[in-house]
């Protein structure tokens, strides 16, 4: 019996079979899940990986800045949902920063509309879906995002490191306001790994060079698994009272000093 039997799920943010998202769908697949994907822009490369997946995943568009598309999301998605569409989970792995938001010198150089931009995709988007994904939803239900623990400030990740603090804040605020419906609101916050997303931060190698050592249990940036499965427990019944939290992934860096 899988962790996530009988389950139907929603998996934005799937990109290569690199991402975090991909190995999150495929490890929810094994674990008995039906998954449906979301992707934006190269929509036949997120098909061409969908194939890839233990049981190939049908696949949507979804700009979740594009007020239509979240509007018909419901009615886009419900065809791959069986006789009576529900959704038992939502993973929320989206986020972009243009590129005057990044990088030594942006935080103080970036415009309002680059950071306009950073803040509506990678934190009022999990908000955008999940109101999109709410008619779907019901008590059991789980709502995932993917953060990088911003309680403090890190090396070139600026604006970004802002609208993941955002990210977490909303987090919060959505499991107070879902909570009465039964649907459970949490971010994973996971280590670096070597994804498509993580190489367009400028200065991603100084992660690199010292989470591994400082972290208690080791850490391996070119591993997605251990980060993909805490997702899926999180996606499970197994924490039916856990709700606008952080659950670390990060092989206990947030918990020591230097």
Not at 30 to 50: D, H, N, P, S, Y
Not at 118 to 133: G, N, P
Not at 163 to 188: F, M, Q
């Amino acid at each position: 019996m899988g962790l996530l039997d009988g389950k139907r799920l929603l998996i934005t943010g799937v990109i290569t079979d690199a991402s975090l998202a991909f190995h999150s769908a495929k490890i929810a697949q094994e674990q008995g899940a039906e998954v449906v994907l979301t992707g934006f822009g190269r929509m036949r490369l997120v098909e061409r990986i969908a194939q890839r997946l233990p049981k190939p995943a049908p696949v949507v568009e979804l700009d979740v800045s594009d007020s239509e598309q979240l509007a018909t999301l419901v009615e886009r998605i419900s065809p791959h949902l069986g006789d009576e569409p529900r959704l038992d989970g939502v993973l929320h792995s989206i986020g972009f920063a243009p590129p005057g938001a990044l990088g030594e010198g942006a935080f103080l150089k970036a415009e309002w509309a680059d950071v306009a931009t950073t803040i509506q995709v990678s934190a009022y988007s999990l908000k955008s879906l999940a109101v999109a994904c709410k008619p779907l939803l019901g008590p059991g239900s789980s709502i995932v995002g993917m953060d990088f623990d911003n309680r403090q400030a890190w090396p070139a990740y600026d604006w970004m490191g802002v609208a993941k603090s955002a990210l977490e804040s909303v987090t919060r605020y959505l499991a107070r306001d879902l909570g009465p419906d039964g649907i459970r609101v949490n971010l994973v916050a996971a280590g670096p790994v070597k994804t498509m997303a993580a190489k367009s931060i400028p200065g991603f190698g100084a992660f690199e060079d010292v989470w591994d050592k400082r972290a208690p249990l080791g850490w391996d940036m070119n591993d997605p698994v251990p980060v993909a499965k805490t997702v899926c427990a999180v996606l499970s019944d197994w924490l039916p009272t856990t709700t606008g939290s952080m659950v670390m992934a990060d092989g206990g860096v947030h918990a020591v000093g230097v």
